[in-house]
């Protein structure tokens, strides 16, 4: 019991990394694989087409997006995002997605793990990259990866 309230204290320490603005709702490992449950604690949040401010909330959705590795885990994090009602009458858009620093919209993984390929894969061929992060790293494949090298991330 002692073992997971320490582990679960590092993994709430390890969300705080990517937002500190984030909570751990819960973990499950499934194979090699490490699912975290995290939600945004903001009041309010800022529309990106206006900066009106909003606590008003539309409705909620799962987004879900891959991170670096953990214990030589790969990562996944299950977002519980946020829509909201955008306050501004004048704004062009009603509504908007609750948006994070440490991911790009509608990506499905953080920029730090899209370092992390693009500095692997950049010293060795496309193949021989997908297999070294399939195994270590990420689910990934060639194509993605040498998309990635081409945008210069």
Known sequence: LLFCVIRCDVMEELIKVLDSNLILI???VVGDIIY??????L???????????SSRVHSRYTREFQDLPIQNM?????????KMFCPNQECTHKTFAESFSFISPKSKKTNRLIEEIVQLSS?????SAEKYLRAHVVRVGKSTICELLKKGR
Do not use: F
């Open 26 to 28: 819960s973990t499950e």
């Open 36 to 41: 975290m449950d995290v939600e945004s604690t």
């Open 43 to 53: 009041i309010e949040v800022r529309c990106p087409y206006c900066q009106a401010a």
């Open 74 to 82: 790969k990562t996944v994090i299950r977002l519980r995002n946020r």
């Open 123 to 127: 010293k060795m061929s496309s193949v």
